[in-house]
T-cell receptor, first 109, second 114 residues
Framework: KQEVTQIPAALSVPEGENLVLNCSFT??????LQWFRQDPGKGLTSLLL?????REQTSGRLNASLDKSSGRSTLYIAASQPGDSATYLC????????FGKGTSLLVTP | DTAVSQTPKYLVTQMGNDKSIKCEQN?????MYWYKQDSKKFLKIMFS???????INETVPNRFSPKSPDKAHLNLHINSLELGDSAVYFC?????????????FGDGTRLSIL
């Protein structure tokens, strides 16, 4: 059974800082890994998807890496902004997406 | 132009009632999903349909019955609601079931059982 752990559980930083969010998973037999953000009372917004054969993906200020063999992924956020405040969820995909509990991020002006 | 839409957004009802949640996607995707997010914020897969056929059925009480009238719709019917059913239910879709495509989520339906 896939278990997903996200560290830290919560993070508060001043605007402009670069951040790293960590995700680890126990079963490396995955098709891909998807990072989402969830705003309060809202659904999930897909940020990045890394295929199992890839090492990283970039979208704007976001960069996600994947080390499938060691069961790790990181999400790097450059030059954080208050609008980045949300919960970030990591979800490796086996036969279904398996979610961690997320990292709750607060970026203060 | 909402991609994955769920109705209702909020549902408050009493124990023992039967209720349905509807989901529609206009992305032309073949595969749809239902997830449950409990009070501890864990998101777990419940069901998945591909072209109207059930392909994933997790250990979910049989009071929960998904129905897919066509590949753009996946509804969730819940019989004899219990207190433990209180949660946020999310619908999602993906282009196919291969596992190579991203999943797109609706805004969720917050179900509260009194």
């Amino acid at each position: 059974k896939q278990e997903v752990t996200q560290i830290p559980a919560a993070l508060s930083v001043p605007e402009g800082e670069n951040l790293v969010l960590n995700c680890s998973f126990t079963d490396s037999a995955i098709y891909n890994l998807q990072w989402f953000r969830q705003d309060p009372g809202k659904g999930l917004t897909s940020l990045l998807l890394i295929q199992s054969s890839q090492r990283e993906q970039t979208s704007g200020r976001l960069n996600a890496s994947l080390d499938k063999s060691s069961g790790r992924s990181t999400l790097y956020i450059a030059a954080s902004q208050p609008g980045d405040s949300a919960t970030y969820l990591c979800a490796p995909r086996g036969y279904a997406l398996n979610f961690g509990k997320g990292t709750s991020l607060l970026v203060t002006p | 132009d909402t991609a994955v839409s769920q109705t209702p957004k909020y549902l408050v009802t009493q124990m023992g009632n039967d209720k349905s949640i509807k989901c529609e996607q206009n992305l032309g995707h073949d595969t749809m999903y239902w997830y449950k997010q409990d009070s501890k914020k864990f998101l777990k897969i419940m069901f998945s349909y591909n072209n109207k056929e059930l392909i994933i059925n997790e250990t979910v009480p049989n009071r929960f019955s998904p129905k897919s009238p066509d590949k753009a719709h996946l509804n969730l019917h819940i019989n004899s609601l219990e207190l433990g059913d209180s949660a946020v239910y999310f619908c999602a879709s993906s282009q196919d079931s291969t596992g190579n495509q991203p999943q797109h989520f609706g805004d969720g339906t917050r179900l509260s059982i009194l």
